[in-house]
């Protein structure tokens, strides 16, 4: 419904909830996977007590929950609306087929890789140490353990250049006053 003095603007009916039906449609999506509402928390990262207030009406999952959903093969449209079947026609029986809780494993990346992405999460942290090592060398100073790993998460997670972490560690030596 538009409003000609709201300049297009839609105006909702404040009757009509969000959430209406998701949560009933998330209770069957939890039924499904065969675990508990205490068991989907951990399995998407939530909160205690998360899912439960979905499935309560409490509270509606954001974006990331259902598209964590929709990539475990259940119909991100369903989900939302209830139109629809509530698994995507290419991954039928995939739910029934796998052990309880599985659909919310990594199914894009299986459990064999596993080690594959560890060593190479290991060995960029190596790399990014040893190059953090090798600028306080230069600098003739090393800082603190704790600025240390300050400035090695920044680079790892954040994507803080060499250049920037150089600055950093400048930065912190002239604040902490260290004699080189």
Partial sequence: MTDDNDKGHTLINAGVTLNSGISDRLKRVRKAVG???????????????SWQRYE????????????E??????????????????????????????????????AI???????AKNEAVFSRLRQISHTLQ????????????YWHELIKTLMYVHGLDESGAAR???ALQSHLNVDV
């Fill in 56 to 67: 309560s009406g409490k509270n509606v999952p954001g974006s990331k929950v259902i598209a």
């Fill in 134 to 145: 090798k600028m306080e060398h230069e600098a003739g100073w090393k800082p603190p353990v």
């Fill in 69 to 106: 959903l929709a990539q475990r093969g259940f119909d991100a449209n369903w989900i939302l609306t209830g139109k629809g079947e509530m698994q995507r026609p290419d991954a039928a029986g995939y739910v029934q087929n796998q052990p309880p809780g599985y659909v919310l494993r990594d």
């Fill in 168 to 170: 950093l560690l400048d």
């Fill in 35 to 49: 675990v508990s509402q205490k068991e989907m928390d951990p399995l998407f990262g939530l909160g205690k007590r």
């Fill in 109 to 115: 990346d299986p459990l064999p890789d596993i080690e």
